[in-house]
């Protein structure tokens, strides 16, 4: 089978690196070897464009550039975050039952189960979590955005004020940062940036402390790509061009797909959308098949979707985020929307899917 290349039928939640960073790329990667703290010319040239690339991730973010951090991998990033404030012993530790499975393996690292606090979504994937009433010695994960269906939480009420990390990681830049928070982590994929490195934000409220020994005035060690960070300054400095647009155009689609879901396939179950929803994730739980026979079909078929967990690949039975919803018995579905995707597009992969569908059952 020849590969599907065409955009249009491509409703994975992957997508390529922006072509503005793809056609830098090679010009980063060819300036991008020298050591920025010496004094040669090449040295201070990336010096200044690796700051001023930093200065530029910060003013998207809404944060101050002392307060970015680069690491070289998304996981070492999660434990920096939660590492550091884990060995302050927080009073509790308040996650959810959606988190992203990280989140849930620190919480069973902690030695008192008393501590843990883990909160259930309503139906919709919505966290109330003013209703754990966190204190100022509490510990609180806070998730931007569900990346399997597209659920953006509400901040926390004002009154309070927890150690609260905001796991940004699928979120895009529409998507703000919670007010009060403490550490935050930001995934560039989900801006069409690069893979391999990953942006830890540290507020300078302090009250975050290096999980490592102390070696000179770094809070985290270990190399990252400098190419990659200036790849991630264009990615996301596109994104924040185009993101009015693009989200503008993207909720129209997830509305008209949810119409033609709705009236096109039985035994459906989608959540209820939110405004403040990320409205490129559709999440479809279907009864009556199996996952991984509808991916297959569908890309017979011609086009490209998701299935089974987001958790990680080959993961197709619903994860623990399906099972919260109460979805576990039934296939689960994602289709990512794009902005040059139409109207049209959209018919032709519903169609499909109700006839994969159709087949199975």
């Known amino acids: 089978m020849s590969p599907i290349t ?3 039928r491509d409703y994975r939640s992957e997508e390529p690196l922006h ?57 070492f990033g999660f434990w920096s975050a939660i590492a550091g404030v884990l060995q302050n012993s927080p009073s509790r530790f308040i996650h959810s039952t959606i988190d992203r499975q990280v989140i849930h393996a ?36 806070w998730q931007g955005v ?10 926390l009420d004002a009154k309070f004020n927890p150690i609260l990390f905001a796991d940004m990681t699928a979120a895009t830049p529409f998507n703000p940062l919670p007010p009060k928070w403490d550490l935050a982590l930001f995934d560039p994929r989900s ?11 540290i507020s300078r409220k302090g009250r975050w402390t290096s999980p490592l020994p102390p070696m000179d005035k770094r809070r985290v060690f270990g190399s990252f790509s400098i190419p990659l960070a200036l790849a991630t300054a264009v990615s996301l400095n ?25 009236d096109a396939i039985t035994g459906l179950h989608m959540t209820d959308p939110n405004s403040k929803d990320d409205p490129r994730y559709v999440a479809i739980g279907i009864q009556g098949v199996v996952a991984e026979k509808l991916l297959q079909r569908m890309e017979n078929f011609g086009f490209l979707i998701d299935a089974g967990s987001a958790c990680g690949a080959g993961a197709l039975s619903p994860s623990h985020v399906l099972d919260a919803l109460g979805w576990g018995n039934l296939a689960h579905v994602r289709l990512t929307l794009k902005a040059n995707q139409s109207q049209e597009d959209v018919k032709n992969v519903v169609t ?10």
Request: a negative charge.
């Open 6 to 8: 065409t955009e249009s």
């Open 19 to 75: 072509p503005k960073a793809q056609e830098l790329l090679s010009e980063y990667f060819a300036e991008g070897w020298v050591d920025p703290s010496k004094m040669h010319h090449q040295s201070r040239r990336l010096a200044i464009l690796f700051n001023q690339a930093r200065d530029e991730i910060a003013a998207n973010l809404g944060v101050f550039p002392d307060e970015v951090e680069f690491v070289g991998e998304l996981g």
């Open 106 to 141: 620190f919480a069973r690292t902690l030695k008192s189960s008393e501590k843990i606090v883990e909160l259930a979504p309503d139906q919709n994937g919505r966290i109330d979590f003013n209703r754990s009433e966190p204190d100022v010695s509490d510990f609180l994960v």
């Open 146 to 155: 569900n990346r399997e269906v597209g659920v953006a939480q509400d901040p």
């Open 191 to 201: 801006f069409r940036g690069p893979s391999g490195i990953s942006i830890l934000t």
């Open 238 to 262: 596109e994104a924040m061009k185009a993101q009015d647009h693009d989200r503008g155009k993207i909720a129209e689609l997830n509305q008209f797909i949810r119409k033609e879901l709705r």
């Open 352 to 361: 499909a899917l109700s006839q994969a569908v159709s087949a199975e059952r």
